[in-house]
C-alpha cells in the first residue's frame, strides 16, 4: 500500500503546473520526540494558488537539495520573495538558488529577536541602577 501512495504522490507532482509561482514559502515541523525536522516548501501564488508543493526530511540548506532539483534551476530562477524563519538553512539554500530574491522573515522570529534584545536593555539597566 505505502508504494502504492508513493507513486500516485510522485505522478500527481509530476503533472503539477508549477508555472507561474514567484513566491516561495518555507518552514519546518517538528516530528515525534527529540530533534527530528521536516521542511515544507509552499507556493503563496501561483496559477492554482497557495499550496504545499513539497516535503522532505531536515531542516539544513543540503536538506533542500531535492526541492531545487525537482523544481528546476529556470523555476527557481524567476522567485522574487522567500518567506521563511531565520534559520541559516532555509536562507542559504534560497540565495544560492534564486538569485535576486528578496527574504521576508516571519513576525514571530522577528518579534522574538527583537523581545530578546530588549530584555538585554533592561538587565544592562537594572545592573547600572544598582546602587554600589
Known sequence: MKEIDKRTIEKAQ????????????VDEISVGKGHDYWHMVSTLE??????????GEGRKEKDLKAFWEWFGKERAKKITYGVMDM???FINS???HCPGI???????????????????VRKMEFKISLPK
Not at 508555472?19 to 514559502?25: D, P, R, Y
Not at 501561483?46 to 516535503?55: A, I, N, Q, R
Not at 528578496?102 to 538585554?120: C, M, P, S
Open 14 to 25: 509530476e503533472e503539477r503546473d508549477l508555472s507561474g509561482i514567484t513566491v516561495l514559502g
Open 46 to 55: 501561483g496559477p492554482t494558488g497557495p499550496g504545499v508543493l513539497y516535503v
Open 87 to 89: 534559520a541559516r538553512g
Open 94 to 96: 534560497f540565495r544560492n
Open 102 to 120: 528578496k527574504i521576508i522573515y516571519d513576525k514571530f522570529h522577528v518579534i522574538r529577536h527583537l523581545l530578546d534584545a530588549l530584555n538585554e
